[in-house]
């Protein structure tokens, strides 16, 4: 792992001296905002609706449950969020070195491959992490008016997490086949969208339709958005990552042969 | 310090570079030299482990490229066509990186980069973003990250390509000046920064070497002298008149169809020309031609490089 951090640190230099990641960061903020605010908002006229009907029946009026109604729907919207935003968080990772020719830099100095995949995983982690403290922040503050369940909020912001992971790795997988930034965000995300979805393009009925729905990302991912965590699910993405990584570094190899 | 034996490297459809073997010393500065698309940066970038060759070895500071390409990578510094600079990185920044990634050890990385500082003509600019400096300096930062490490050899491709005349100057003043400690390759279209620059010149061509000789050996002037193309309309051969001239050191007949035609090697620096016309007349000479001649690299090499066959 010789040159890891040297990798990581410059990474992480680069993605706070250029304006992708301001801008990435607060397009996603502000599509996490909008749509948190909205579906409190309809939160809001459903709990007062709710509340009404159990008066009507002559019941007790307790609140709507805020992680069914609310925050459910939000990790939801949070996962399809991060599969439009991460991609373009990773389209530079290794298009942007070809086209500067640093590539040749890298390959020619006496550090492993692997670090610079890892270095760079690493660096797009941290940011992606970073975006998703905020968010978490942002809804914590529904613990200032009420009490939502805190253990199903943080199992659903794991799934969140590791579908991103999932989206970065497809992002600088693509990103390793490419000298455009702007080929290697489309199409990461182009590829995170079949991915995600791949459950879609089968007849659920049959035997394919089932395999392409446990392939496909969002699959895995209901159990966490209901704020239930089961380890089948994170073998599936951790096992998803590290294919992608090494397919990453493969790409990486050929690199010679092209 | 570098040893090629065959080296073909085949790209779908095209033979980059075919059968290429030689060699090269230990403190020697060697130009590769070529038109471009001749396999200049192919055998550069196999040299430097970023490509394998499609078949035979290369050597280079007793280590396979091949097998122990860590090795190889730790012995040479490697400017590539373009120098690879992260544009967004302050130039101190980005040395501080490169010297991380070549394994400079900590304690040693001060010292390292203010030396290629130094030698590279950096200190006003340390400071300033990579992607504003003009092509002559991020030229230099290239140059200064190719020998950050020290090694023992620097492998430069093109690496006065882009750059205004007085750029150049410098460049080529910096390399040879690293001449000294190192081994040099630099590749180049440029024939007059050969006989400038180096001390042996390989003259590669649709992938095949054609030439390998010292600049000695091609009668080129070396850093004292320059040379002049004389043609004169006489009686007898007049090379020993020639050279009892003061600041002629040498008068070489050179045409083989009996015409007098004379390659005379003087002081650099000290125009003679005024002299030998004068000294032609005053012998009753006719005086058809006489004018400077940079080096008659530049014959052979339009011999080589056009006519089908090689003479090396």
Redesign the interface.
Same mark, same amino acid.
């Given at each position: 792992m010789r040159g890891f951090s040297a990798i990581y640190g410059r990474e992480m230099r680069a993605y706070f001296t250029s304006p992708t990641a301001y801008v990435v960061s607060v397009v996603f903020l502000l599509a996490v905002g909008l749509f948190f605010m909205t579906l409190l908002r309809n939160y809001i006229s459903f709990d007062a609706y709710w509340r009404e009907r159990l008066l009507e029946a002559g019941r007790e009026a307790v609140p709507a449950d805020v992680h069914q109604y609310l925050l459910r729907r939000f990790i939801s919207t949070l996962g399809a969020i991060t599969l439009f935003v991460l991609p373009f968080i990773t389209m530079g990772s290794f298009a942007e070195e070809y086209r500067s020719g640093t590539m040749e830099l890298l390959l020619t100095s006496p550090i492993g491959q692997r670090s610079i995949v890892l270095g760079k995983f690493a660096a797009a982690s941290t940011v992606f992490t970073l975006l998703l403290l905020i968010s978490l922040g942002l809804v914590s503050s529904l613990f200032l008016y009420g009490n939502p369940d805190p253990t199903s909020l943080l199992v659903g912001f794991v799934g969140v997490w590791l579908q991103g992971e999932s989206f970065l790795v497809i992002g600088m997988f693509i990103s390793s086949l490419t000298r455009s930034q702007v080929v290697a965000g489309i199409g990461g995300l182009g590829a995170a969208l079949l991915l995600w979805l791949a459950g879609l393009l089968g007849d659920p009925t049959s035997t394919l339709g089932i395999w392409l729905n446990e392939l496909s990302l969002v699959a895995h991912f209901e159990d966490f958005s209901k704020g239930i965590l089961d380890s089948k699910h994170v073998v599936f993405y951790v096992c998803f990552i590290f294919f992608w990584l090494f397919l990453t570094l493969r790409s990486l190899e050929s690199l010679k042969y092209r | 310090m570098i040893v090629t034996e065959n080296l073909t490297k085949i790209y779908p459809g095209k033979r980059a570079i075919d059968g290429v073997s030689f060699e090269v010393q230990k403190g020697e500065i060697v130009g590769f030299l070529g038109p471009n698309g001749a396999g200049k940066t192919t055998t550069m970038?196999i040299l430097?482990?970023?490509? !394998?060759a499609s078949s035979g070895t290369a050597r280079v500071a007793g280590h396979d490229v091949f097998e122990a390409a860590?090795a190889v990578?730790?012995n #040479?510094g @490697?400017l !590539? =066509?373009?120098? !690879?600079? @992260?544009? =967004?990185?302050r130039v101190r920044?980005y040395l501080e990186?490169?010297s991380? #990634?070549?394994?400079v050890p900590r304690s040693m990385r001060r010292q390292r980069i203010d030396e290629s500082v130094e030698r590279c003509g950096l200190g006003d600019v340390q400071q300033r973003t990579t992607g504003k400096l003009s092509k002559g300096y991020r030229q230099r930062v290239g140059l200064a990250?190719a020998m950050l490490h020290n090694p023992p050899i620097l492998i430069l491709d093109e690496p006065t390509s882009g750059l205004d005349p007085k750029q150049v100057v410098e460049v080529r003043r910096l390399i040879r000046e690293l001449a000294g400690e190192h081994t040099i390759i630099l590749s180049t279209h440029i024939l007059p920064e050969v006989s400038m620059t180096c001390e042996r010149v390989i003259i590669i061509n649709q992938g095949r070497i054609v030439l390998s000789r010292s600049l000695r050996d091609l009668d080129a002037p070396g850093p004292d002298r320059e040379s002049l193309l004389l043609e004169v309309e006489a009686s007898a051969d007049v090379s020993e008149q020639l050279t009892s001239l003061e600041g002629v050191h040498s008068a070489q007949r050179v045409a083989a169809d009996g015409a007098r035609r004379y390659r005379l090697l003087c002081d650099r620096g000290r125009d003679v020309r005024p002299r030998v016309a004068s000294f032609a007349v005053q012998q009753g000479w006719r005086l058809l031609e006489l004018r400077a001649q940079e080096t008659n690299l530049e014959e052979i090499y339009l011999r080589v490089v056009t006519s089908e066959g090689g003479v090396a």
């Open positions: - | 970038r430097t482990c970023f490509q !394998p860590d990578k730790r #040479i @490697y !590539p =066509e373009s120098p !690879p600079l @992260y544009l =967004e990185m920044e990186f490169v991380r #990634i070549k394994g990250q």
